[in-house]
């Protein structure tokens, strides 16, 4: 049950995250559409000052609640679970109130200081609140996260999803005639409009949940001592994310410099920047929906096992993680290799099709480098991932200076850095997962099995190759690729009846043998 509890769980998410990202590929394509991409463009400046923020007044302690609430309920702790989540809510509520405080009464500073462009002092303040509306939020996320019942912060993620969508959109037209930066503006007005309606979701699903969770006779532990656990976990997140949110901003200020120096005038470089991230990028991180859900999931459900002590049961959790990642992440790259060229072209960027192919061949690293974090994180090891990170821009970050200057590499020599990077962090981790949890080295599950329906998949692209690149005749591709994939798993024994029985809706129609 505990086994199905964990897949049930990423299953969810995935459902609502894959929901949500289609979502948001249509928001997109209406605001480059109707709204056009200058307001769009000063909508996203305050995002960097935003997300900091955000990573300071939530310092990893959702991710934390979740690892402590699940061990603490795991042996039976039910009121110790509780004092977890209401000493967290105390702490983001007030951290949020203060810094959304602050950055309110300090917005007009920070736009003549750090934003290039002042048009953007009424979208920040819009932005702003929506610092303690999420800092809230996450904690219970992090709670049901916690309980294994990823439902609740599903259901909200959709809620929030399609209310930024219809009044971001609404808004931004609406106010259109006023001017760019009041376009702008109703996108954060959407945002903002989101996240309150995700947070009054996620409270009505707590009221109603709370009955099923009655507290226990155990004594509380003392607040320091929570304290204590709660900083020890969330500390070395924090700083991960830090440093994750300064080395983007360095790639953003290093790739345009060096493309300038390979050759490029200053504004075609910022172009190509902005169609690495805005194209390639946007369509390499689509299937991290699926990493994103058994990351989220892993983290409560070891935690779980490791202190129940269950360590085989540790091992068969993190394998089977791994094993669906590269199960889920190979087709999805394969298709992006194959069809780079229109999918570029379709996000009016027919250049960056050989730099999509590059990212496609390390994207199964980037891909389990999540999957493997989630695992550390589950373990209790916070610290590996931050220092693993750290290895990892050692590597890319030199490698992006050197080969994006020289003109024969240009942006495919940074996708060849982001790539080594990938592979660098993903064999760490994975090293780490051996060393601490025992798991094995599964080469037939990890590497064979997959490894031989891809190669079948890419021989179906290119045995249809004479179809062309039309829309029916690349659906016909797509579909004659997926199918010989998933045939060629199931002969050899890498999609089995057990696993089919434990996605939701579609088991309890499977017999039992």
């Known amino acids: 049950m505990a086994k199905r509890t964990f897949v049930y769980g990423a299953t969810i998410l995935l459902a609502a995250n894959l929901f949500n990202r289609i979502l948001g590929f249509i928001y997109q394509y209406l605001i480059m559409s109707y709204i056009g991409g200058e307001a769009y463009g000063l909508f ?14 939530t310092a990893g302690i959702p991710l934390a609640v979740a690892k402590l609430v699940s061990e603490e309920i795991s042996l039976g702790h039910r009121t110790q679970a509780k004092a977890i989540f209401r000493l967290a809510l105390g702490i983001l509520t007030i951290s949020g109130t203060v810094v959304a405080f602050l950055l309110y009464v300090l917005t007009p500073v920070l736009v003549n200081r750090i934003f290039p462009d002042p048009r953007v002092l009424n979208i920040f303040r819009i932005c702003v609140p929506a610092i303690f509306v999420v800092s809230v939020s996450s904690a ?26 219809t009044i971001g959109f609404t808004g931004a037209l609406s106010f259109s005639a006023r001017g760019v930066e009041w376009s702008a503006a109703g996108l954060a007005l959407g945002m903002l409009s989101g996240e309150i309606i995700g947070l009054m979701v996620i409270i009505f699903q707590y009221q109603k949940s709370k009955k099923n969770l009655p507290t226990s006779g155990e004594s509380i532990p003392p607040l320091q001592h929570t304290l204590h656990r709660l900083w020890r976990l969330s500390s070395p997140v924090t700083l991960g994310r830090l440093m994750s949110s300064g080395l983007s901003a360095l790639d953003a200020m290093l790739i345009p410099s060096r493309l300038q120096v390979a050759g490029y005038s200053a504004r075609e470089a910022t172009t190509l920047f902005g169609q690495l991230g805005g194209s390639a990028f946007t369509l390499l991180t689509f299937p991290s929906v699926f990493t994103f859900a058994l990351a989220t999931s892993l983290v409560p459900a070891i935690s779980e096992a490791a202190a129940r002590k269950q ?10 993680a791994i094993r669906l990642t590269i199960i889920l992440g190979l087709p999805c790259l394969i298709i992006l290799f194959n069809f780079a060229d229109p999918l570029t072209s379709f996000f009016k960027s027919p250049n960056i099709g050989p730099i999509l192919r590059v990212l496609a061949l390390g994207g199964i690293f980037a891909y389990l480098q999540q999957t493997t974090t989630g695992i550390l994180q589950g373990l209790g090891k916070v610290h590996l ?3 693993i990170s750290i290895v990892g821009a050692g590597v890319r970050v030199p490698l992006l200076f050197i080969l994006t200057g020289i003109p024969q590499w240009g942006l495919r020599g940074s996708a060849w850095a982001y790539m080594l990077g990938w592979v660098t962090m993903a064999s760490l981790n994975m090293l780490s997962i051996i060393r601490y949890s025992g798991m094995a080295l599964d080469l037939q599950h990890f590497v064979l099995q997959p490894l031989t329906a891809g190669f079948g998949m890419a021989i179906s692209f290119r045995f249809l190759s004479p179809l062309g690149w039309g829309y029916s005749a690349s659906l016909q591709k797509l ?24 996605i939701p809706w579609l088991g309890k129609y499977l017999p039992l043998k």
């Open 44 to 57: 996203n400046m305050v995002f960097p000052v935003y997300m900091t923020a955000l990573v300071l007044t």
């Open 140 to 165: 219970f996320r992090g709670y049901f996260q916690g309980l294994q019942n990823m439902i609740p912060t599903a259901v909200s993620q959709i809620f929030e999803q399609i209310t930024r969508v």
């Open 311 to 320: 360590y085989q049961t540790v091992r068969s959790r993190s394998s089977e």
């Open 385 to 387: 991932p931050v220092l």
């Open 479 to 502: 579909t004659a690729g997926l199918i010989v994939y998933t045939v060629i798993l199931v002969l050899n024994g890498a999609i089995t009846r057990s696993d089919l029985r434990r």
